[in-house]
Nanobody
Framework: VQLQASGGGLVQAGGSLRLSCAASVSIFTLDVMGWYREAPGKKREMVAAVISGGNTNYADSVKGRFTISRDNAKNTVDLQMNTLKPEDTAVYYC?????????WGQGTLVTVSS
């Protein structure tokens, strides 16, 4: 499974960005697919994820601001990030789990200036 992430960049606080992740397989074969982030000096954490049945999970810190969505036809999972805050600054990774295997895409940097 290969994951190709795109999006990210520099934005001012209060702005928006959209990340997209394309999978090399049908996303129906993935148990979980989502976005994770790693801020300087911090551990990687889940931001938002879509479970195979369609349910979504969000980190408390992004609820109401971020929205994860998937396009079954394109095998993509997008993360719409609104009302961005400086504390959202991190390297964002697309991740997926298929049975016991975990896959990561390349990271994309999101920088939110105050």
């Amino acid at each position: 499974v290969q994951l190709q992430a795109s999006g990210g960049g520099l934005v001012q606080a209060g702005g928006s960005l959209r990340l997209s992740c394309a999978a090399s397989v049908s996303i129906f074969t993935l148990d979980v697919m989502g976005w994770y982030r790693e801020a300087p000096g911090k551990k990687r954490e889940m931001v938002a994820a879509v479970i195979s049945g369609g349910n979504t999970n969000y980190a408390d810190s992004v609820k109401g601001r971020f929205t994860i969505s998937r396009d079954n036809a394109k095998n993509t999972v997008d993360l719409q990030m609104n009302t961005l805050k400086p504390e959202d600054t991190a390297v964002y990774y697309c991740g997926a789990r298929q049975l016991t295997e975990v896959y990561w895409g390349q990271g994309t940097l999101v920088t939110v200036s105050s």
